[in-house]
């Protein structure tokens, strides 16, 4: 089993649609963090979360919200989809411990018509 | 705000032919320096990273970095490519500074060519 697990995969939806991507995780990693990736821009940090209390904004965070329901899921939501936000999603683990690695989720592919 | 170059945006090797990215970082204090890769169609995974100690510093797959802290750089070398490596590489940084914000540059794709 994955240790970062993202749902769905992939998805198609319509403009001015909510949508919500999932991400939960089995490491018990309490920092959470949503990227996405686009060609040519690398990834940008849309939200991230040190714990269920503590959710911070990243440098593209309008347009989304996120859910820490719990240590375990992070969720990202797109409250009415647009078309530029047509992207790759990842969401990382890591622990508190900044001399560690983020682990990632095998990615949200995310089209917008 | 912290930030991450990657100056090479597409690079075309052939087989056996060395490898050299690209990496500056822009913050002056104690960072952590990482290398992703990313292999067609899957998610990113670690090649390497350098916390402290020795700046030359060993991956998985014969890559090494070598952190140079003078010139704010921490550029990707292996001394043979294989068809296999195709892939997009990432070079990220966080600090104190960046409020453990993982900082990703734009990513370079490595095309090989047998």
């Known amino acids: 089993d994955a240790d970062v697990t993202q749902t769905p995969r992939n998805r198609i939806t319509k403009t001015g649609k909510r949508i919500m991507l999932e991400c939960s995780q089995t490491?018990?990693?309490?920092?959470m963090y949503w990227y996405r990736q686009d060609p040519g821009l690398g990834l940008r940090l849309i939200y991230y979360?040190?714990?269920?209390?503590?959710?911070n904004k990243g440098e593209i965070s309008d347009g989304y919200s996120v859910s820490r329901q719990a240590q375990a899921k992070f969720s990202l939501s797109l409250e009415s989809a647009i078309p530029n936000q047509t992207a790759l999603y990842f969401c990382?683990?890591?622990?508190?411990?900044?001399?560690?690695?983020?682990?990632f989720g095998q990615g949200t592919r995310l089209t917008v018509v | 705000a912290q930030s991450v170059s990657q100056h090479n945006h597409h690079v075309i090797l052939s087989e056996a032919a060395s490898l050299e990215l690209g990496c500056n970082y822009s913050?002056?204090?104690?960072?952590?320096l990482f290398w992703y890769v990313q292999y067609p169609g899957q998610h990113l995974q670690l090649l390497l990273k350098?916390?402290?100690?020795?700046?030359l510093v060993k991956g998985i797959k014969g890559f090494e970095a070598e952190f140079i802290k003078s010139k704010f750089s921490f550029n990707l070398r292996k001394p043979s490519v294989q068809w296999s490596d195709t892939a997009e590489y990432f070079c990220?940084?966080?600090?104190?500074?960046?409020?453990?914000?993982?900082?990703f540059g734009t990513g370079t794709r490595l095309t090989i060519i047998p």
């Open positions: 913050y002056g204090g104690t960072v952590n």
């Open positions: 490491k018990g990693h309490d920092r």
């Open positions: 990220a940084v966080n600090s104190n500074f960046g409020n453990e914000k993982l900082t």
């Open positions: 990382a683990v890591r622990t508190s411990n900044m001399n560690t690695e983020a682990f």
């Open positions: 979360s040190f714990d269920v209390k503590d959710i």
């Open positions: 350098y916390f402290s100690g020795d700046p």
